[in-house]
T-cell receptor, first 112, second 113 residues
Framework: DAKTTQPTSMDCAEGRAANLPCNHSTISGNEYVYWYRQIHSQGPQYIIHGLKNNETNEMASLIITEDRKSSTLILPHATLRDTAVYYCIVRLRNQAGTALIFGKGTTLSVSS | NAGVTQTPKFRVLKTGQSMTLLCAQDMNHEYMYWYRQDPGMGLRLIHYSVGEGTTAKGEVPDGYNVSRLKKQNFLLGLESAAPSQTSVYFC????????????FGSGTQLSVL
C-alpha cells in the first residue's frame, strides 16, 4: 500500500469548511483513497473513498488531484461533533488477505 | 441490527492471567479484524479472518491467539497477559465485495497490571 502523509493537527471554526489534506505521491493506478475518522476513542467510522473522480456523500466530499498524488477531504460546514482524528488510507480495492492500515492521522479540532 | 458488538467493554488483568475478548457481528460479514490502539497511536492490526474457520496474522500478532469457529464471532485470546498488552482493542468487520468499508465495535479497554 502507498504511504500517506497528513498534517498532525488542524483547527477549524464551527460552521466553516474543514479541508483536510493528504499526500500520497507513490499511489499506483489502481489504488483507492479511503477516509475514516475516530471520535474520542470510539471505533473508527468510514467516511468516503474514491479512485480518481471527486466523490460526495452525506458526510463529506473527496477531491483527488488529477495526478492522484494528493487528495483533500472536505467537511462543508464543520460542527463541534466533527472534532476527531481523520485517517487517510491508500489501498487496493478489495485486496484479499490483508487489511486497512491506519497511521496517526490528522487531529481536527472544531471550535465555536 | 446491533452491528459489531464487543465484550467486555473494560477489563483489568494481572500479569500472567488469561482472557478472551469476544467480537460478534450480525451483518453476515465474511471479514473480521482485531486491532489495538495505544495512546497517541494509530490502530495496529493484530489478527484477521477472511471467513469462518480461517485466521491470519497481522502486524502485531505475538502474544495473541484468535479463533473464528462461527461466522458471526471472532475471539481474541491472551494466554498470559503482559503489561505491554495494556491497550484499547477494536474489532471490525466488512462484507466480501468491492469496498473496504469497515464497521467497528466500540472497543475494549484492557489494563494489565
Amino acid at each position: 500500500d502507498a504511504k500517506t502523509t497528513q498534517p498532525t493537527s488542524m483547527d477549524c471554526a464551527e460552521g466553516r469548511a474543514a479541508n483536510l489534506p493528504c499526500n500520497h505521491s507513490t499511489i499506483s493506478g489502481n489504488e483507492y483513497v479511503y477516509w475514516y475518522r475516530q471520535i474520542h476513542s470510539q471505533g473508527p467510522q468510514y467516511i468516503i473513498h474514491g479512485l480518481k473522480n471527486n466523490e460526495t456523500n452525506e458526510m463529506a466530499s473527496l477531491i483527488i488531484t488529477e495526478d492522484r498524488k494528493s487528495s483533500t477531504l472536505i467537511l462543508p460546514h464543520a460542527t463541534l461533533r466533527d472534532t476527531a482524528v481523520y485517517y487517510c488510507i491508500v489501498r487496493l480495492r478489495n485486496q484479499a488477505g490483508t487489511a486497512l492500515i491506519f497511521g496517526k492521522g490528522t487531529t481536527l479540532s472544531v471550535s465555536s | 441490527n446491533a452491528g459489531v458488538t464487543q465484550t467486555p467493554k473494560f477489563r483489568v488483568l494481572k500479569t500472567g492471567q488469561s482472557m478472551t475478548l469476544l467480537c460478534a457481528q450480525d451483518m453476515n460479514h465474511e471479514y473480521m479484524y482485531w486491532y489495538r490502539q495505544d495512546p497517541g497511536m494509530g490502530l495496529r492490526l493484530i489478527h484477521y479472518s477472511v471467513g469462518e474457520g480461517t485466521t491470519a496474522k497481522g502486524e502485531v500478532p505475538d502474544g495473541y491467539n484468535v479463533s473464528r469457529l462461527k461466522k458471526q464471532n471472532f475471539l481474541l485470546g491472551l494466554e498470559s497477559a503482559a503489561p505491554s498488552q495494556t491497550s484499547v482493542y477494536f474489532c471490525a468487520s466488512r462484507k466480501t465485495g468491492d469496498n473496504e468499508k469497515l464497521f467497528f465495535g466500540s472497543g475494549t479497554q484492557l489494563s494489565v497490571l
